[in-house]
């Protein structure tokens, strides 16, 4: 996955590169399994998310062996808990 839409072994801004990618496009994102390197690992983050004010970040600690990114693909336009729809 080096040097594609999936490589995330650096951080990026997630929409930065799949929208470059036709077949990403066509599907609005991520919905991915992604396996890990290191499985039963607890003490060591498997995958790290923040937006992009920083206010709002997750971090995955897991014993399993991959984890599935999901980017919210066909969410715009649906209620979130406050007044404003996901964009």
């Known amino acids: 996955v080096a040097?594609?839409?999936f490589d995330f072994r650096s951080a990026k801004i997630i929409?930065?590169?799949?929208?470059?990618?036709?077949?990403?496009?066509?599907?609005k994102g991520y919905d991915h399994a992604f396996l890990l390197q290191a499985k039963g690992d607890?003490?060591?983050?498997?995958?790290?998310?923040?937006?992009?004010?920083?206010k709002l970040q997750l971090k995955v600690y897991t014993t399993a062996p991959a984890l599935q990114f999901?980017?919210?693909?066909f969410l715009g336009g649906t209620p979130s808990r406050g007044t404003e729809p996901y964009a």
Not at 18 to 26: I, N
Not at 42 to 54: R, T
């Open 3 to 5: 040097g594609t839409s």
């Open 15 to 27: 929409a930065s590169e799949f929208l470059a990618d036709d077949d990403q496009r066509k599907v």
């Open 42 to 54: 607890v003490k060591k983050v498997a995958a790290h998310v923040w937006s992009a004010d920083e």
């Open 70 to 73: 999901y980017s919210g693909n």
